[in-house]
């Protein structure tokens, strides 16, 4: 095999485009991240553009051995597609083959996957309700509070009372969020309401999918948020596995994964 053979995953989400190249081995040989805007082809293209430079690769080598997969995935011109529950189970056996409860959370989404010993797909479960437990509840209060989403996390962690956020949609819940800040709520424990409040939905779709579960991996951009991942695992009471590989990142490893493959079957 060429050293320069490389294999591309390219997941289109709602908000982001992330795409990975992995060579023979799984390992990653580079990246690339792009905002969506609604124009996924567009932003695909530029992930692609940028993987090829840095591996001193051309676009159509890449895209001969590409698999896209999310939400958008079926809007660019990549000819192979793979679901999103597949590339999610098959990126974290390939990272961690013990874990058996992923659970993923981006802007507009949250899922959680059940896989076996051998990496296949047992049950998976979709959040079916308002997307006050994705992302977009953080990105929404973090706009409201005028801090980015990555300072969340430090500053909840200043709390002493986190307030309680009741609200299930997420408009309503960023009202409330910015009615407690005007009646002068202490912001560390406003934003640590929030954050409890997201693992608070997170946590019942788990246990949906299994009521004792052993091994557990947190994906997707919110999983970047410490608050969010502490509240998570006092909940569910053990320690949630950590994968090498930046969160918001796994669908597309773990397309690029079937793309080594040969594809899903």
């Not at 932003?43 to 692609?48: S, Y």
């Not at 009202?175 to 309401?193: F, H, M, R, W």
């Amino acid at each position: 095999m060429s050293k320069n053979n490389y294999f591309l995953g390219i997941d289109v989400g709602s908000t982001k485009c992330k795409a990975i190249a992995i060579n023979e081995h799984q390992k990653i040989m580079a990246k690339a991240q792009r905002p969506v805007k609604g124009d996924p082809e567009k932003a695909a293209k530029e992930c692609v553009k940028q993987i090829a430079k840095d591996l001193n690769n051309s676009k159509r080598k890449l895209k001969k051995n590409a698999i896209a997969t999310g939400q958008n995935g079926d809007k660019i011109s990549i000819k192979e597609k793979a679901s999103e529950i597949i590339a999610l189970g098959k990126g974290c056996y390939a990272l961690a083959p013990d874990v058996r409860i992923i659970v993923d959370v981006g802007s507009f989404s949250m899922k959680a996957i059940k896989i076996d010993k051998t990496g296949k797909i047992k049950d998976y479960l979709l959040n079916d309700k308002c997307a006050s437990g994705a992302g977009v509840l953080l990105d929404l209060v973090s706009e409201g509070l005028e801090l980015d989403v990555e300072e969340l996390s430090n500053v909840a962690f200043q709390a002493k009372n986190p307030i309680k956020i009741s609200s299930q949609c997420s408009i309503f819940a960023e009202s409330e969020v910015i009615s407690y800040k005007n009646e002068g709520a202490d912001i560390p424990d406003l934003i640590a309401g929030v954050c409890n409040s997201v693992a608070g939905r997170i946590y019942p779709l788990i246990r949906k999918l299994d009521k004792d579960p052993q091994t557990v991996s947190f994906t997707g951009g919110v999983a970047k948020c410490q608050k969010v991942v502490e509240n998570l695992e006092e909940r569910l009471e053990l320690k949630l596995t950590k994968l090498p590989i930046e969160p918001e990142y796994l669908p597309a490893y773990g397309a690029a994964v079937i793309a080594m493959n040969g594809g899903e079957n």
